[in-house]
């Protein structure tokens, strides 16, 4: 019988990837789970994945299930730990069983950002000399800029934000694009140069936000994440991970989002692109935030028919030749 978590004083493990902006985030949820429940202990247990550990290969080829997020979740199922927390837009929207997402934290701004190096500190994305190297080991933001800046050239960058940014400093690319979210919790917002806007660059479904992932049937576990829920960036990512689960695609696939939340409605935009980013689908809906699931699967239906679904299984093909 599960006791619930005032009866019992006991030890909680949090599970994190080893990485500097992982354990930042953890050790945040750490810290404010402490705060509101100061008689339980919470450990932090760091293990790596297999996305940490394959650096010299590019995110797409590799595969996108669960690579920053299998070892954790075999950690809870295991009961080495009991839960564990994630950036939102690496876990998949299809969680194994016996698992569920449990809890979505308040948002950091979830935009893309252009960090220059200093030869280009006079620059902004759409005044970057035509042949300038941009770095991204994203799908998503490889197509949409394409897509924009065809003019552009552009290089897969690995590695943690660190070695990435010594990449850019050495010389090695021109300028990369990272997330404004991962730059500010790592007290790095001076290398944000221009904070890319949805116009040019919607970003990943759940990116800024964390995801608590535990057991199911864990209600004391569950209770406690709970406590960090923040209701409006909760309806914003089931919206778009219920988008991106209706269109099948993992998240190393060329599909982008943006949400906002207005009163009592949510506004979803969606969009698929070709890798070469030469055809690029884009719509949005509206509706009641509490059915945020539902508008999800409703804009996926609509993509699917202006043509997603060929340009989804064209990339997967052509990522499987490569």
């Known amino acids: ?164 940014l010594q990449k850019l400093d050495e010389g090695q690319y021109d300028a990369i694009i990272l997330a404004v979210a991962g730059l500010k919790r790592l007290g790095m917002a001076d290398r944000i140069h221009q904070v890319i806007p949805a116009e040019i660059s919607l970003h990943a479904v759940g990116q800024g936000a964390l995801g608590l992932e535990c057991r199911e049937g864990d209600t004391e576990i569950f209770e406690v994440v709970k406590a960090l829920e923040h209701t409006v960036t909760a309806q914003r990512c089931h919206s778009e991970r219920a988008f991106l689960r209706e269109l099948e695609g993992g998240c190393q696939v060329p599909i982008g989002v943006n949400t906002m939340v207005e009163g009592d409605r949510l506004t979803l935009t969606g969009m698929v692109a070709s890798l070469d980013g030469k055809r690029l689908i884009k719509d949005t809906v509206t509706g009641q935030a509490s059915d945020a699931e539902q508008l999800g699967i409703q804009l996926a239906h609509k993509l699917k028919q202006q043509g997603a679904e060929e340009i989804l299984a064209e990339i997967f093909a052509e990522v499987q030749r490569s």
């Open 1 to 164: 019988m599960t006791t619930s978590v005032s009866a019992q004083t006991r030890t909680i493990r949090i599970a994190s990837r080893k990485s500097q902006l992982a354990l930042v985030q953890t050790y945040w949820v750490q810290e404010e789970l402490q705060k509101r429940f100061p008689d339980i202990k919470f450990e932090v247990h760091t293990m790596s994945t297999q996305g940490d550990k394959i650096l010299d290969v590019a995110l797409a080829k590799i595969g996108d299930k669960g690579l920053f997020t299998k070892e954790l979740e075999v950690g809870m199922l295991n009961h080495d730990t009991d839960m564990a927390v994630h950036s939102l837009k690496d876990l998949p929207t299809n969680l194994p069983e016996g698992l569920m997402l449990g809890c979505v934290t308040e948002r950091e701004d979830p935009a893309d950002a252009l960090v220059v190096h200093e030869n280009h500190r006079d620059k902004q994305l759409d005044t970057l000399p035509p042949g300038a190297v941009v770095g991204t080991s994203s799908l998503r933001r490889l197509a949409q800029l394409r897509h924009n800046f065809p003019h552009l050239e552009f290089k897969d960058i690995r590695g943690n934000l660190n070695t990435r």
